[in-house]
């Protein structure tokens, strides 16, 4: 069935053009971007990064563990080297036969004086697949810009989460689930994820998909205790219940009885 076209007033015209741009913008940043870390080149600005580069600091656990906030994206680069980043669905165009396409973008103008400025806000997820996990949001006037920023945050947020089978259905002992179910909040949203066994994939809505794979976890259960009334408190409920999942005190037993491992998994 052809769809009859409106014709196209003024607003209209312009809407769509706005839109096109977006699209060929969002398809330039859909490509995979490697991070093309160098170390050598790199010039370290903070102590902790003097440290890294100097090899002081081998480990990443050294520094989450103590405590010390990271304040230079290229720490992260340097001691979590396989990072694979990706840029969730937080936007939505508008308009179009209902709209309701997700986008990476989320935009929003602002009216002046000289006309509309728009400003893309754009939500980066990056993770090791191995127990290291982080998000950012990055906000600025254009696109390329947004997404930098979203990537350095997300670094500078990553955290180190225990993964274990805490199924009893399973028991397996392997890493491929959470060990005990964990709760986050973000605004309305409460999320609850849950250990389910092998096999069962992740069973969350997709965007926090995106988060619990780049964190390494390849099953879980999940409910919706209350419901997101933003996909952003969503994600955010997400990324706080997998930030329990460090803060839940575990006994000895129990670590050997599920299995339970503490950012990278032991071979
Ligand atoms: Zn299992």
């Not at 937080?90 to 997700?102: E, H, L, S, T, V």
């Not at 006037?141 to 670094?155: C, D, G």
Request: charge should be positive; proline fraction near 3%; charged fraction near 35%.
């Amino acid at each position: 069935m052809q769809r009859k076209k409106k014709l196209p007033n003024n607003e209209e015209s312009k809407r769509e053009l706005e839109q096109e741009a977006e699209e060929i913008a969002e398809e330039k940043e859909k490509k995979v971007v490697k991070s093309g870390f160098d170390k050598e080149s790199w010039q370290p600005k903070t102590v902790t990064g003097k440290k890294v580069k100097e090899g002081i600091i081998k480990n990443i656990d050294q520094i989450l563990d103590s405590g010390i906030k990271i304040k230079e994206a290229e720490i992260v680069d340097a001691l979590l080297p396989n990072l694979e980043t990706e840029l969730l669905l937080i936007g939505q165009a508008k308009g179009k036969f209902g709209g309701g396409q997700r986008r990476i973008f989320r935009q929003t103008q602002k009216k002046t004086s000289e006309g509309n400025k728009p400003r893309f806000a754009t939500l980066a997820v990056v993770g090791n697949k191995d127990g290291f996990v982080g998000i950012g949001i990055g906000k600025a006037k254009e696109t390329v810009p947004a997404r930098e920023k979203a990537i350095r945050r997300a670094k500078l947020n990553i955290i180190k989460i225990r993964r274990g089978c805490g199924s009893w259905e399973c028991g397996c002992k392997e890493p491929h689930t959470l060990p005990f179910s964990v709760e986050g909040k973000s605004g309305s949203a409460v999320l609850m994820l849950m250990p389910a066994p092998k096999g069962s994939g992740l069973v969350v809505e997709k965007e926090c998909q995106k988060i619990l794979r780049l964190a390494g976890i390849k099953d879980v259960w999940s409910k919706q205790l209350r419901r997101a009334k933003t996909k952003l408190n969503l994600i955010y409920a997400c990324f706080n219940a997998l930030k329990k999942l460090m803060e839940i005190k575990v006994k000895s037993d129990f670590i050997n009885e599920a299995g339970v491992v503490e950012g990278f998994a032991k071979t």
